[in-house]
């Protein structure tokens, strides 16, 4: 069975950086299109950015949200099972819990991480 653990929030004031990172177990890491998530309070989880896998490594292999576009880099290490968010620049409006899937959400979902941006 796939167990999805996010790790890496906090709390950071405004303009700082966090690296969130996603561990996948029990499935084939490297053949999953990948993504992370969010869901603030009151609002439905939305797609934050996205990353192919399957081993493609031309072309575009990256789908970033505007609000986050030029601010956060996915990335994934498919030898440590390991999908990465970097996210620099945070916003107040940033903070929610965030959470990893594959693109089309094939998996029950983790715990999350909580990220708050406050000063």
């Known amino acids: 069975q796939v167990q999805l653990v996010e790790s890496g929030g906090g709390v950071v004031q405004p303009g700082g950086s966090l690296r969130l990172s996603c561990v996948l177990s029990g499935g084939t890491f490297r053949l999953y299109n990948m993504a992370w998530y969010r869901q603030a309070p009151g609002n439905q989880r939305e797609l934050v950015a996205s990353i192919l896998g399957g081993g493609i490594i031309a072309g575009d292999t990256t789908y970033y949200a505007d609000s986050i576009k030029g601010r956060f880099t996915i990335s994934r290490d498919n030898s440590k099972n390991t999908m990465y968010l970097q996210m620099n620049g945070l916003k107040p409006e940033d903070t929610a819990v965030y959470y990893c899937?594959?693109?089309?959400?094939?998996?029950?979902w983790g715990q999350g991480t909580q990220v708050t941006v406050s000063s």
């Open positions: 899937n594959t693109k089309t959400t094939a998996f029950r």
